[in-house]
């Protein structure tokens, strides 16, 4: 990764872009904390699997509000308000990854924005307001509420928690049984297997190696982008490009890819059209 004090934009360095970011994530912390669990009314976006509430909306638009305070006229690509702006510096922005379980009362759900300069990313924050966890990356490392992360843990299946978004419904009309075929293989291979349901989360869960893998498909930028940084810079490895719509997979560093039922999927990572 490029050193920390050669990334810049403007009078801004990667650490002012972090701190931006860290900003941003907590100041929508008082909001989904206290809407958290009321019931929220649920609209849906796609379909009746794309859910959206106004919380979803209003987060987005605070942190919007920080952005442009913070680092005026630079590009924000965000899941409910689109691809704004223009520019080298471009901030990608999950205002609640995971509505669904936000909506429903389950705890596992968090704020996720990272940026990016010149298409590399530099810094990055995965905030969980029910913990008041904030998960952040720069290129100068990977912390959890200010203390280093190392993503270590599993060396193999056998030993290893999987947190999976696979396969979702979009997986079963385009590849039949042979999803849940493949699912059950990883079923079997793993010792044990999650859907929690937020993507964001779950990489910083490998980050901390608090999990010791991931895998999804169809994510966007906004998905995975701050929680590909944080993998990378404690140490774990990200496949896939996280600034393309696409499958992604994440593990530890040490553990073993090629030796995992997770290897079949490895080769099959693809970009989706968006």
């Known amino acids: 990764m490029t050193n920390d004090r050669r990334v810049r934009v403007g009078t801004m360095d990667a650490t002012e872009l972090l701190d931006t970011a860290a ?13 958290f669990r009321s019931r929220p009314a649920v609209d849906t976006k796609r379909d009746f699997h794309d859910p959206v509430t106004e919380h979803d909306r209003a987060a987005e638009e605070a942190i919007r509000a920080v952005i442009e305070a913070r680092a005026p006229g630079s590009a924000v690509v965000g899941e409910e308000g689109g691809a704004t702006g223009s520019g080298d510096l471009v901030w990608y922005v999950d205002p609640i990854d995971g509505t669904a379980n936000f909506a429903a009362g389950l705890p596992y759900f968090c ?22 966890d904030a998960f952040t990356a720069s290129t ?12 270590r843990g599993a060396a193999g299946d056998r030993e290893a928690m999987l947190l999976c978004s696979y396969p979702q419904p979009g997986d079963l009309e385009a590849e039949g049984d042979e999803a849940l075929l493949r699912y059950g293989r990883l079923l079997r291979a793993f010792s044990t297997i999650r859907r929690p349901g937020s993507t964001a989360l779950n990489l910083a869960h490998v980050a901390a190696g608090w999990s010791d893998a991931t895998y999804g498909t169809g994510s966007q930028p906004w ?6 940084l944080l993998v990378r810079q404690a140490g774990g490895v ?31 990572l693809r970009r989706t059209p968006s």
Do not use: Q
Request: hydrophobic share 45%.
């Open 223 to 228: 998905d995975v982008a701050a929680g590909a």
């Open 23 to 35: 900003e941003a994530a907590r100041s929508v912390g008082p909001r989904l904390r206290e809407a």
């Open 140 to 151: 100068e490392g990977a912390w959890c509420n200010g203390e280093p992360i190392r993503s």
């Open 238 to 268: 990200y496949l896939g490009d996280p600034l393309v719509k696409g499958d992604y997979l994440a593990h530890v560093g040490g553990f073993d890819l090629a030796g995992s039922a997770l290897a079949e999927v490895s080769g099959r």
């Open 111 to 132: 704020v996720s924005i990272a940026a990016a300069v010149h298409g590399e990313l530099v810094a990055g924050v995965v905030y969980d307001p029910v913990r008041d």
